[in-house]
Each structure stands twice: as structure tokens, then as C-alpha cells.
């Protein structure tokens, strides 16, 4: 059974969409790793990956939305995803504080630090995702509450 509610030509749509993706985050990645040999490096290397990752997945949701293929058709059983999203969120919290006691316990020094604003820039798509994120909610809440009607 088809869990995301997406209709035969809405399945269609999303995986075209996720295979253009998909080849142009291989096309920049490979034109980021062609332009580093032949000396130019806009950002430092895992940041530059991060980066141009966090950019084609924005533009493969926002290419979703904007095509009606990221939200299905709402089911008539009611549901609340809060349960989900509040043992992920322990998860992850609780994963991260793991990590963050292993890495302190064991002495880990962090090296190469540099200060080119990666970090910024890091910062800035990951809000820039949970916006996004954020709208998409929102418009799923509307379209299960408007076909409630």
C-alpha cells in the first residue's frame, strides 16, 4: 500500500524530479572536484559538499511542492504525528549528547579550525531547511483541514 497518498502521476512526477536531482548533485560535485584541481576552492572541503548537498535537496522539495508531488491526498483517519516527531526528537538529542560525551571523554582535539565562515554558512542552510520544512507542515495542516470541510 502506498503510504505517502500520492497519486499514480503525483509517484511519477516525484521520481523524476528526485532523478534530475540526483544527477545534478553528481554534475556539482564532480564540476567542485574538477574546479579544486585545477586550483580554485570557494569554501573549505566539507563544507563545500555540505553546501552544494543542502542546495539540490532545497531545490528538489521545493520542485515538489511547487509540482503537487510532496504531499498526498489526506486520509479520513485523523492522526497526530507528534508522538513520532517527539521520539525523534529524544533520539536525536540523546544521540548527540553520546557523541558529544564520547568525543570529551576520549580527549578528541578538534584541529583545522578555520575561521571562513563555513560555519555561517552551515548555519544559515540548515534554518533555511527547517523553514522550508516548516512551510511544508503548514501546508499539509491546510489541505488535510480543507478537504475535512
Known amino acids: 500500500m502506498n503510504k505517502s497518498n500520492l497519486d499514480e502521476m503525483q509517484l511519477q512526477l516525484r521520481n523524476k524530479i ?13 564540476l567542485d572536484v574538477g574546479l579544486y584541481g ?3 576552492q570557494w569554501a573549505s572541503y ?10 539540490i535537496t532545497g531545490s528538489y522539495v521545493i520542485r515538489l511542492i511547487m509540482n503537487n ?13 507528534a508522538i513520532k516527531t517527539l521520539i ?7 544521540i548527540s ?23 555561517s554558512l552551515l548555519f544559515i542552510t540548515s534554518v533555511v531547511g527547517l523553514v522550508i520544512a516548516g512551510i511544508v507542515g503548514i501546508i499539509k ?9
Open 18 to 30: 528526485g532523478n534530475q536531482s540526483f544527477l545534478m548533485l553528481m554534475y556539482l560535485l564532480l
Open 38 to 40: 585545477f586550483g580554485f
Open 46 to 55: 566539507p563544507i563545500n559538499v555540505v553546501l552544494i548537498l543542502s542546495v
Open 69 to 81: 508531488a510532496y504531499v498526498g491526498t489526506p486520509t479520513s483517519r485523523r492522526h497526530s504525528p
Open 88 to 94: 525523534t526528537l529524544i533520539t536525536a538529542v540523546a
Open 97 to 119: 549528547v553520546f557523541t558529544i560525551t564520547l568525543i570529551r571523554g576520549r580527549g578528541i582535539a578538534v584541529t583545522g579550525a578555520t575561521n571562513d565562515g563555513g560555519g
Open 141 to 149: 495542516y491546510r489541505q488535510n483541514k480543507d478537504e475535512e470541510e
